[in-house]
């Protein structure tokens, strides 16, 4: 009963797109505020294709590639990528992403274009355009009668934390 259009744009972040398996070496996953890089790793994906020997040095590859990548106007689009498997034995049983791409605010413009890249860059979410990060997260235990019911507006934070000084 839905029109395609709108299921595809309710279904888009979590669909994966057709991917030639044979000749597909690593895959992005879903996510809403990172980079999520899966291997195609024999013994482990359906169609794996890249060989635990070679996990490694495809690994290195990626993060050198992403390290580099930059907008068209020279800006630095990646701020660090995490290994979540230390090795190829442990990537067999992995559940996790390989790699974790935290990216730059750079990389989170409406408008960026990829230097050297004609894949148009585009913005599944208009409403979630930061990401996590350690220097935004508070946790304040304070004034049980502070009338709070667990969370706070982040605008608001200020004045409890003032108040409690």
Same mark, same amino acid.
């Given at each position: 009963?839905?029109?395609?259009?709108?299921?595809?744009?309710?279904?888009?972040?979590?669909?994966?797109?057709? &991917?030639?398996?044979?000749?597909?070496?690593? #895959?992005?996953?879903?996510?809403?505020? &990172?980079?999520? %890089?899966?291997?195609?790793? %024999?013994?482990?994906?359906? $169609?794996?294709? !890249?060989?635990?020997?070679?996990?490694? $040095?495809?690994?290195?590859?990626? %993060?050198?590639?992403?390290?580099?990548?930059?907008?068209?106007?020279?800006?630095?689009?990646?701020?660090? !990528? =995490?290994?979540?498997?230390?090795?190829?034995?442990?990537?067999?049983?992995?559940?996790?992403?390989?790699?974790?791409?935290?990216?730059?605010?750079?990389? #989170? =413009?409406?408008?960026? /274009?990829?230097?050297?890249?004609?894949?148009?860059? $585009?913005?599944?979410?208009? /409403?979630? =355009?930061?990401?996590?990060?350690?220097?935004? #997260?508070? %946790? &304040?235990?304070?004034?049980?009668?502070?009338?709070?019911?667990?969370?706070?507006?982040?605008?608001?934070?200020?004045?409890?934390?003032?108040?409690?000084?």
């Amino acid at each position: 009963m839905t029109p395609a259009t709108a299921t595809y744009k309710l279904a888009r972040p979590t669909m994966l797109p057709a &991917y030639d398996w044979q000749n597909t070496r690593a #895959f992005s996953l879903p996510t809403d505020q &990172y980079g999520w %890089i899966r291997i195609n790793l %024999i013994g482990r994906e359906a $169609q794996g294709i !890249v060989s635990p020997a070679g996990y490694e $040095q495809l690994c290195s590859e990626l %993060i050198e590639m992403l390290s580099t990548l930059t907008s068209e106007n020279g800006e630095l689009l990646v701020e660090d !990528v =995490t290994c979540t498997a230390a090795g190829e034995e442990s990537a067999l049983v992995n559940p996790l992403p390989d790699l974790v791409v935290h990216w730059r605010d750079a990389a #989170f =413009t409406s408008s960026l /274009k990829i230097k050297g890249s004609g894949v148009p860059a $585009q913005m599944v979410s208009k /409403k979630s =355009t930061g990401q996590h990060a350690l220097h935004g #997260f508070c %946790i &304040y235990r304070g004034n049980k009668d502070a009338g709070l019911n667990g969370a706070i507006a982040a605008k608001d934070l200020w004045r409890l934390i003032a108040a409690s000084l």
